[in-house]
């Protein structure tokens, strides 16, 4: 019998995500798990570029990019031209990210 951990792997992170997904709900919190994870990932780093941000949460450049949408729309990030690289952005919480 062939064992495929691969599904096993997946699966548990699904139900994981979804767990979380109800906790914050049943908090009132008006994120999602994947805006939380970036916004975690700000909270310990501090301010950062998207590209290193993308690294840091395993999640490919388009996929940061929607959520940092959303979570600047929702006024919990800061988003600003990078002064050494000007194709960069540097991303931060603002003061209701941070909260």
């Not at 699904?14 to 990932?41: A, C, H, M, P, S």
């Not at 993308?54 to 450049?61: L, T």
């Not at 960069?88 to 003061?95: G, T, Y």
Request: aromatic share 10%.
């Amino acid at each position: 019998m062939e064992f495929n951990y691969g599904f096993v792997l997946e699966k548990t992170g699904k139900k994981i995500k979804q767990y979380l997904q109800k906790r914050f709900i049943n908090q009132g919190l008006d994120i999602t798990v994947d805006q939380w994870v970036i916004l975690y990932e700000l909270y310990v780093q501090g301010t950062q570029n998207q590209v290193d941000l993308c690294e840091k949460v395993y999640k490919d450049a388009p996929t940061v990019t929607r959520i940092l949408e959303l979570l600047i729309q929702k006024e919990m990030v800061v988003r600003k031209t990078s002064k050494a690289d000007r194709r960069k952005f540097e991303i931060s919480l603002s003061s209701s990210g941070r909260a």
